[in-house]
């Protein structure tokens, strides 16, 4: 095609999150045979700012989050000013949208899913599944973000297996490395005396911070110089905090909110943790990897299609407060196996991971669905 092809994607918000994280990224590293709108349904937010193509062109659209909503006719209007190419929407909250590009006459609609709340960590909601089978006639291609997630959207949903493809999300490995540790750890006021845990994520319940602090109380109990890092922010902050202090743990557990210095942050760890209940696939599993951090995670979703347990870190059941707890004192007391793990991971991510990669299989699939091909 001669022309740009233009694609409008469909989102919730640009609040901040592993969806908006994968778009805004993926925005950054494709190159100008494409243009781009992105339609938020709600309202924009703090990752427009990491938007490096200042040609990018962002609707909001304002739309009710308290209430059923079905605004075909609006939705079908803003498409048909823009005229794009293909749609491009992701996760449960866009679907709307994707009847409102055929009533709009847009050619070729594709449909991303990246992950499963925690009401529903198996994607077993059958009004959903009902629902997202019957759009499936309507969109030209379902990208999974993990193989976790196609086998769901195949074998649960019924999607036609030729019409999903999966793209792992990438990770910028110049952003996200090793070095700096000490300067990372001082910004904290932390020295090398002590063995940090971190996680970075949303305060949701589906992230399970609960059994983390358990976990982390037991190992604190026997090991004076452990300590808990905990970035992000979202509803269940107030009872992570109080679950803090029942647990007499506050002095050895820093809750620093949402940062937009997490590379730095990172860098301070000595070992990263996720304790999801479900996970599409994480962004920043993929980002600690980058840093050459040693993860110790739920065997859930797409989590075991990013850490190799027993060469880049550790799988533990979700929920088992025990295995987490064996597995941050596995990394506490052998400095070697972490350092190990540590490597495989950066190594790992820098071969399997890295945005130009994902960029890649992103272009591909979009020149071949305006082409027609796909």
């Not at 950054?28 to 709600?42: A, E, V």
């Not at 589906?206 to 004076?224: E, I, N, T, W």
């Not at 064996?326 to 490597?343: S, V």
Request: glycine residues 8%; charged residues 25%.
């Amino acid at each position: 095609m001669s022309n740009p092809i233009n694609i409008v994607h469909v989102v919730h918000s640009l609040n901040v999150g592993g969806l908006e994280n994968g778009l805004v990224n993926l925005l950054n590293h494709l190159d100008d045979q494409f243009t781009h709108t992105i339609l938020c349904l709600s309202r924009s937010g703090p990752m427009a700012e990491r938007i490096r193509n200042r040609a990018v062109k962002i609707i909001e659209m304002d739309l009710p989050t308290d209430r059923f909503r079905f605004p075909i006719v609006r939705l079908a209007r803003v498409f048909r000013s823009i005229s794009p190419d293909i749609v491009h929407t992701r996760g449960w909250a866009t679907v709307d949208a994707i009847c409102a590009a055929r009533v709009a006459g847009v050619s070729y609609v594709i449909h991303g899913e990246h992950g499963r709340e925690a009401g529903d960590p198996n994607g077993r909601n059958r009004k959903r599944n009902m629902m997202r089978k019957c759009l499936s006639p309507l969109v030209n291609r379902f990208i999974a973000v993990s193989d976790d997630l196609k086998r769901w959207l195949t074998q649960n949903v019924g999607i036609p297996e030729l019409k999903v493809t999966t793209i792992h999300n990438g990770v910028d490995t110049r952003k996200f490395f090793p070095e700096g540790r000490n300067d990372a750890r001082r910004s904290l006021g932390l020295d090398e005396s002590v063995f940090i845990i971190g996680t970075v994520g949303r305060l949701d319940p589906v992230k399970d911070h609960r059994s983390l602090l358990q976990a982390f109380a037991a190992v604190a109990q026997g090991h004076p110089r452990a300590r808990l890092i905990i970035v992000g922010d979202g509803v269940m902050r107030r009872a992570i905090e109080a679950q803090i202090d029942k647990l007499g743990i506050a002095d050895r557990v820093q809750m620093l909110g949402e940062r937009q210095d997490v590379a730095d942050i990172l860098k301070a760890l000595d070992c990263f943790t996720l304790t999801s209940v479900a996970e599409g696939i994480s962004n920043t599993i993929l980002e600690a990897m980058a840093t050459g951090l040693p993860v110790v995670a739920t065997r859930v979703g797409g989590n075991p299609e990013l850490v190799q347990h027993g060469l880049t870190g550790q799988l533990v059941p979700p929920g088992d407060v025990g295995a987490l707890a064996q597995a941050f004192e596995t990394y506490l007391n052998d400095p070697a196996l972490r350092q190990r793990h540590g490597e495989a991971a950066r190594e790992r991510a820098e071969k399997h991971f890295s945005l130009e990669r994902m960029a890649a299989n992103y272009s591909e699939l979009y020149s071949s669905v305006a082409l027609g091909k796909s």
